[in-house]
């Protein structure tokens, strides 16, 4: 089954405490994109990356760092997670930039204390 | 911001066909019209999308009109699990100045009743 999957679904941590949300696709897309979503703002881009080891700030990147070592995997880190960034995240994949469908992930519900 | 303007919610009795209307006045001739649904906090999900001519599939139905400043998502037989935020999005397809982000606005609460 075509998908893209986000580990861990549910995280509750202390302010400083660094976390890694893991994203994988099993489709060979070349894109993908993590996305916060919080009440009254709708979803906000992250960071993108069109393909490995190509990446790039969306439109909310500060506080995370990603990476892009192998085309399936697009993980989300937090090296010193604050309450602000207590959301819900998802990561998203399509065939290329701009190309079609994007598929988005189950989503991971973060909560910093 | 959005270039899309939805109503914020709408009613639709199961089994009725469900019409949700966009606007998108500002809309490119490279821009395309995405329709995507959020069941409660689950991930978004793709409906369908179209540049110019009508588009159809198994879920549902896209009507852009003959200038694209507006659109209709319909959904021929709406069933209690089609409750759901329901975004229209304008993008650009493949280009060099496109993130490949998709902004949603604030969408259109549909509500499928019994």
């Known amino acids: 089954e075509a998908q893209v999957t986000q580990n861990p679904r549910y995280l509750i941590t202390v302010t400083g405490k660094k976390l890694t949300v893991t994203c994988s696709q099993n489709m060979n897309h070349e894109y993908m994109s993590w996305y916060r979503q919080d009440p009254g703002l709708g979803l906000r881009q992250i960071y993108y990356s069109m393909n490995v080891e190509v990446t790039d700030k969306g439109d909310v990147p500060e506080g995370y760092k990603v990476s892009r070592k192998e085309k399936r995997n697009f993980p989300l880190i937090l090296e010193s997670p604050s309450p602000n960034q207590t959301s819900l995240y998802f990561c998203?994949?399509?065939?290329?930039?701009?190309?079609?469908?994007?598929?988005f992930g189950p989503g991971t519900r973060l909560t910093v204390l | 911001d959005a270039k899309t303007t939805q109503p914020p919610s709408m009613d639709c009795a199961e089994g009725r066909a469900a019409n949700l209307p966009c606007n998108h006045s500002t809309i490119s001739g490279n821009e395309y019209v995405y329709w995507y649904r959020q069941i409660h906090s689950q991930g978004p999900q793709y409906i369908i999308h179209g540049l110019k001519n009508n588009e159809t599939n198994e879920m549902a139905s896209l009507i852009i009109t003959e200038d694209r400043k507006s659109s209709t998502l319909i959904l021929p037989h709406a069933t209690l699990r089609d409750t759901a935020v329901y975004y229209c999005?304008?993008?650009?397809?493949?280009?060099?100045?496109?993130?490949?982000?998709?902004?949603f606005g604030q969408g259109t609460t549909l509500q499928v009743k019994p």
């Open positions: 999005i304008v993008r650009v397809g493949k280009g060099s100045s496109n993130t490949g982000k998709l902004i």
């Open positions: 998203a994949s399509s065939i290329q930039r701009g190309v079609g469908e994007q598929f």
